[in-house]
């Protein structure tokens, strides 16, 4: 045919639209892309090209006027890429294949990829040749995978959140900052533990050796009030009254610095021999040693005897020291008492009854004193009694010496023993 009637059907076929070209889907996971149509004049543009004048000037070979063949040949190349493209290589003839999201694309049939096509006018002139950028495959491959893997986790999310769940992503993230939390609380524990410990081993020892608060004076007296009134003889009376022997036998038993270590027991024993201290002018005894002292009571002075058997008052020898004063009541507490010498002081007024109470007596030895009244007959009741030496003293009435008393030795104005009337 003629060039004009050639021209005239390729041009007639170029308006057809083109096939566009697609991205498998096994290999992208998009939408197909679409490759952009060449503009309808590319052969009047190539035809230009071919019958330009200044073609030899540009080094270029004349060319005749174009066959069928080749006229078919030219289309083709508008069409299509070559297979093969050396990196930053120009093509005339070539245009741009949309890629994904506009991000350059690439053949079917080649390996590399096209990431940046210039097209000014459909089919480039000779000064004006289209260029096309090749980078490496392995680099695109990798930018598109991590954007699939992008839109695969974000469809997976918006399934999940459908579907009321959480994405499995988002449940091994958050199990990961779980262990991570507990494993900060753990240390958090353990140093708190340490730290607790710390103080325990600083602070406890001073805590437990402190001094503990000492109950007031006042305390102390009515502590000691509720155990001694019980068992005094007047229902303390006599306890509570200033300056009686008896109040200030407690004022000084109060103040003593080991009372809290004491038994009742001992508290009794040490307040009846505090009584008769202050009850005969025991400042005045001739010897008075360690009496009324913090010591054990069992070492107290006693005219070179024991005062104790396993801590309980059982000998008391106070003879010929210097008591002056009344024997008080508060001495039949010693009930474990065995021996009672007071002889030969200034003793004065009367034997109490109370001295029934005193029932392990052995030795009565009241001699040479200035006691009055008359003898009581509880003395009878002193089963244990072997030697009773009351002579010497200013008693009246009459008394009967009881036959179990082996040494019996009184005077008074008549005293009958075994039916006979002695005096001394």
Not at 108 to 122: F, P, Y
Not at 301 to 311: D, K, P, Q, V
Request: negative net charge; aromatic residues 6%; charged residues 20%.
């Amino acid at each position: 045919k003629p060039s004009d009637d050639i021209t005239a059907d390729v041009a007639e076929e170029e308006k057809k639209p083109a096939a566009a070209p697609t991205v498998s889907d096994s290999q992208s996971g998009h939408t197909p892309a679409t490759l952009e149509p060449c503009v309808t004049n590319t052969v009047e543009g190539s035809q230009d090209f071919l019958q330009n004048d200044n073609v030899a000037d540009q080094g270029i070979p004349p060319v005749e006027s174009p066959s069928a063949a080749n006229v078919a040949a030219v289309a083709t190349s508008f069409t299509t890429v070559p297979a093969q493209l050396e990196p930053r290589q120009t093509q005339p003839g070539a245009f741009r294949v949309a890629g994904i999201d506009g991000e350059g694309g690439h053949d079917d049939d080649t390996e590399d990829i096209v990431t940046e096509t210039t097209i000014e006018s459909g089919i480039a002139d000779a000064n004006n040749p289209v260029s096309a950028e090749v980078v490496d495959e392995d680099e695109e491959n990798r930018r598109i995978q991590e954007k699939v893997d992008r839109e695969v986790a974000e469809r997976d999310r918006q399934r999940a959140e459908q579907e009321g769940g959480i994405p499995e992503a988002e449940i091994v993230t958050e199990k990961q900052n779980c262990t991570t939390r507990v494993k900060i609380w753990s240390v958090v524990a353990v140093v708190l533990l340490l730290t607790v410990a710390v103080i325990l081993g600083t602070v406890l020892p001073q805590v437990l050796n402190a001094p503990t608060s000492t109950p007031s004076q006042q305390e102390i007296r009515k502590a000691l009030e509720s155990l001694l009134i019980p068992v005094s003889f007047d229902n303390g009376t006599a306890l509570q009254m200033p300056l009686t022997p008896q109040n200030m036998a407690l004022n000084w038993l109060a103040n003593n610095t080991n009372l809290d270590t004491y038994s009742d027991a001992k508290k009794i024993q040490r307040f009846a021999l505090a009584t008769l201290f202050y009850s005969t002018n025991g400042t005045s005894w001739y010897v008075n040693d360690t009496w009324m002292s913090n010591e054990d009571e069992c070492g107290w002075y006693n005219n070179g005897a024991s005062l104790c058997t396993i801590g309980s008052i059982d000998r008391l020898n106070l003879e010929i020291n210097n008591l002056v004063g009344k024997i008080p009541n508060e001495l039949a507490l010693l009930s474990n008492l065995t021996w009672l010498y007071l002889g030969s002081n200034n003793l004065t007024g009367t034997i109490a009854t109370e001295i029934a109470l005193m029932t392990n007596l052995n030795d009565l030895y009241l001699y040479n004193n200035s006691l009055t009244g008359t003898i009581p007959s509880q003395i009878g009741l002193l089963t244990s009694l072997n030697f009773l030496y009351l002579h010497d003293n200013n008693f009246t009435g009459e008394f009967t010496c009881p036959a179990f008393i082996d040494y019996c030795y009184i005077s008074c104005p008549c005293c009958v023993i075994d039916d006979a009337c002695r005096s001394f």
